[in-house]
C-alpha cells in the first residue's frame, strides 16, 4: 500500500512539474495570456492533487519529510511563476493602455479591494456575535447543570435520610415484636 502511494505520489509530483514546466515556457514566449493562466490552473490542480496524495500516504513510508520538502519546492516554484504572470500581465496591459485606462483599473481593483475587506469584516463580526451567542448559551447550559447536580445531591441526601428512618422503624418493630411475644408468653402463664 505504501509502495502504491509513492507511485501515486511521483505521478502527481511529475504532472505538477509537467504544469511547472508549461507555464515557464508559456511566460518566456511572452507573458500573460490565456495559455499562461491555463498552464497555471493546471500546474495548481496537479499540484493541489499532489498534496492530497501526500496526506493520504501520512508517514506509512517514513518520507514525509521528503515530501513536504518537494511539494514546498514546488509551491515555491508555482509562487514565483504567478508573481511572473501578474507582473507580465500588468507590464503588458500597461504598455498598451492609455494612463487614464491604467488609473481606472488601479482605481477598480482598490475597490474590489475595500469591497472585499468590508465583507471579510462583517463574516468576522458574525463569527464574534455567534462566539459570544455561543458563549452565553454555554454559561447557561452549566449554571443549569449546577441546579441539577444540587437537585441530585439533595434527592441523594433524603434518600439517605429515608433509608435511615426505615433501618430505625425496622428496629422499633423488632423491639415491640419481640415484647409483643413477651407479653403473649406472660399472658399464657397467667391463665
Do not use: C, F
Not at 74 to 103: K, N, Q, W
Not at 108 to 135: G, V
Not at 154 to 178: F, N, P
Amino acid at each position: 500500500a505504501a509502495l502504491a502511494l509513492t507511485a501515486a505520489m511521483e505521478r502527481a509530483l511529475a504532472l505538477a512539474d509537467a504544469g511547472l514546466d508549461e507555464l515557464e515556457q508559456a511566460l518566456a514566449r511572452g507573458g500573460g495570456g490565456g495559455v499562461a493562466q491555463e498552464a497555471e490552473q493546471q500546474a495548481a490542480a496537479a499540484l493541489r492533487g499532489a498534496e492530497l496524495e501526500a496526506r493520504a500516504a501520512g508517514n506509512a513510508d517514513g518520507q514525509r519529510a521528503v515530501r513536504r520538502a518537494q511539494l514546498q519546492e514546488r509551491a515555491a516554484r508555482l509562487d514565483a511563476l504567478r508573481r511572473r504572470l501578474l507582473l507580465g500581465g500588468a507590464d503588458v496591459a500597461e504598455a498598451a493602455a492609455p494612463a487614464t485606462d491604467v488609473a481606472q483599473a488601479h482605481a477598480d481593483r482598490q475597490r474590489k479591494l475595500t469591497e472585499r475587506l468590508a465583507d471579510q469584516e462583517d463574516k468576522l463580526a458574525t463569527a464574534r456575535r455567534q462566539m459570544a451567542e455561543s458563549e452565553d448559551v454555554a454559561h447557561g447550559v452549566l449554571a443549569n447543570l449546577n441546579r441539577q447536580k444540587e437537585v441530585i445531591a439533595s434527592t441523594s441526601r433524603k434518600v439517605e435520610q429515608v433509608d435511615d428512618d426505615m433501618d430505625y422503624g425496622s428496629r422499633l418493630l423488632t423491639s415491640i415484636k419481640s415484647w409483643w411475644q413477651v407479653g403473649s408468653i406472660q399472658d399464657k402463664g397467667k391463665r
